[in-house]
């Protein structure tokens, strides 16, 4: 049973575009929503989290948006560079420095 | 501040063999977990430690087994190697209590052959 659906599966933006990636969980004991960035051949960085009890957060050019009632969030990347290609994984925990459960993944291409 | 270390870098292993890998926790932190990701998938939870004892567990088999040291780094050993066992091997760190923030290291890429 997967826990944190993601979508979509891959994504082309063009410079200077909005990036959009969603999740949804089934969980509602999930209290925490990091989102990751990773490269290739790299680990996963943790680049911006939100927990329930507020329903934006804003980063720089990241900004995730969040609907408790969903079940849903989402990530947003503005002025998306070719920089910001990578895979981004969402992912949830409950409790203190619990287990992550990730989503699948998102590939993003950020074209010149 | 130190980030999170592990090593080896890359393994090669045959079916049937057993394998160490070994992490270093970021400065301050104080519980390692430790994440298996296959390719194209996102990473899965293996188990965690803290205060050198498993402190949660996902679904990996027995064979799958971890300690943790005083200075707070820790080892994963996996036996009787499977093909299915090829992956890229992820430690996270964290501080108990603290906040749920993961931070990973670059990972282990173990190959079964």
């Known amino acids: 049973q997967q826990q944190v659906k993601q979508s979509p599966q891959s994504l082309i933006v063009q410079k200077g575009g909005i990036s959009i990636i969603n999740c949804a969980y089934e969980?509602?004991?999930?209290?925490?929503f990091p989102w990751y960035q990773q490269f290739p051949g790299k680990g996963p960085a943790l680049l911006i989290a939100i927990r329930p009890d507020v329903s934006e957060k804003k980063e720089g050019r990241f900004t995730i948006s969040f609907n408790k009632s969903a079940k849903q969030f989402s990530l947003h990347i503005m002025d998306s560079q070719p920089g910001d290609s990578a895979t981004y994984f969402c992912a949830a925990s409950m409790g203190g420095s619990e287990k992550l459960v990730f989503g699948k993944g998102t590939k993003l291409t950020v074209n010149p | 501040e130190t980030g999170v270390t592990q090593s080896p870098t890359h393994l090669i292993k045959t079916r049937g063999q057993q394998v160490t890998l070994r992490c270093s926790s970021q400065s301050g932190h104080n519980t390692v977990s430790w994440y298996q990701q296959a390719l194209g998938q996102g990473p899965q939870f293996i188990f965690q430690y803290y205060r050198e004892e498993e402190n949660g567990r996902g679904n990996f088999p027995p064979r799958f087994s971890g300690l943790q040291f005083p200075n707070y780094s820790s080892e994963l050993n996996v036996n009787a190697l499977e093909l299915d066992d090829s992956a890229l091997y992820l430690c996270?760190?964290?501080?108990?209590?603290?906040?749920?923030?993961?931070?990973f290291g670059p990972g282990t890429r173990l190959t079964v052959l």
């Open positions: 969980n509602t004991a999930f209290d925490y």
């Open positions: 996270a760190s964290s501080r108990q209590g603290q906040s749920n923030e993961q931070f």
